[in-house]
């Protein structure tokens, strides 16, 4: 059994991005600009978000947080996105999810310009996605992508079954593994037999937040897993949706969560972010 090391991984990428931000500033004198929208106090969002303008700092990134309290209109929310859209200091606009009931998540993702669209939530870049063509691609997903490649494990052909269906993880997966070329099933929460499905599986990509839902019994041996879910146990451990200490003795490949996928997402934010800087830099250039 092999560990997928997403931090190890993240931490080189990381180094890539700081490399070309120097390189961006010296020839254009371009900063990457990144805006975040945190509605509300959920502790799990703060965290996420302050991890991830840490992360800009690191790389020298310019990077600001409207922090929104919980009752602010959907109206409020617009006006800033549009003045993010706008501004010109900014590469990349992210509106950190969940969001409060009372606001609509869809309108706001639509009105994102999909160039400053890091977090590639607008259907514009969706699209793109299922079409296989350039764009912005969730973070998550192309994440585990990159994890996958840097252990030259090729999907190419190979049953992958996606736990998990949503607009953020589970289908972007299941898109980016298509374009790879793998056979793809997705199982969500009304799959009929889960394990069904997961034994048959080369490749098991998990993002459900529900602990400890795939055991052994569930797996072929030599099985690859990716571990995308996060949960905290009654004892306030972080841990994922794969019993990892009986899972990974059948594993040839498995992510240790925290510690797989978690820090790939932040690594490909910085990713995308630079990605938008370069091409609005070049259209700078071009005017
Ligand atoms: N909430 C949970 N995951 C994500 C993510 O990748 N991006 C954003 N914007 N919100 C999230």
Do not use: W
Not at 57 to 73: A, C, Q, W
């Amino acid at each position: 059994m092999q560990l997928l090391d997403g931090k190890l991984l993240s931490q080189k990428i990381e180094q890539q991005v700081n490399e070309e931000v120097k390189t961006l500033k010296e020839t254009c004198g371009c900063t990457p600009g990144l805006a975040v929208v945190l509605v509300g106090q959920d502790p799990a969002s703060a965290a996420y978000v302050n991890m991830k303008k840490k992360a800009c700092d690191r790389v020298g990134f310019y990077s600001i947080t409207h922090d929104m309290p919980e009752n602010i209109s959907q109206e409020a929310i617009e006006r800033t996105i549009k003045s993010m859209n706008e501004n010109d200091s900014i590469d990349g606009i992210l509106i950190q999810l969940p969001l409060p009931a009372h606001i609509d998540t869809t309108k706001l993702l639509e009105l994102v310009d999909p160039a400053k669209d890091v977090d590639g939530f607008h259907p514009y870049n969706v699209g793109r996605l299922v079409t296989n063509l350039d764009g912005f691609v969730p973070c998550t997903p192309l994440g585990v992508m990159e994890l996958l490649k840097e252990y030259n494990i090729d999907v190419k052909g190979k049953n992958c079954v996606v736990v998990g269906a949503s607009n953020i993880v589970g289908k972007p997966m299941a898109s980016l593994l298509l374009n790879a070329d793998a056979t793809v099933e997705i199982c969500h929460i009304h799959t009929d037999d889960l394990k069904k499905h997961t034994l048959a599986a080369d490749v098991i990509l998990v993002g459900v937040g529900v602990i400890n839902l795939i055991t052994a019994d569930m797996v072929k041996d030599d099985v690859v897993i990716v571990d995308i879910g996060v949960s905290r146990t009654p004892e306030g451990k972080l841990v994922g949706d794969v019993d990892f200490e009986n899972v990974s003795k059948k594993s040839s490949y498995i992510t240790p969560s925290p510690g797989g996928v978690g820090p790939m997402t932040i690594a490909m934010l910085l990713s995308n972010t630079l990605k938008a800087a370069k091409i609005n830099a070049q259209k700078k250039k071009s005017e």
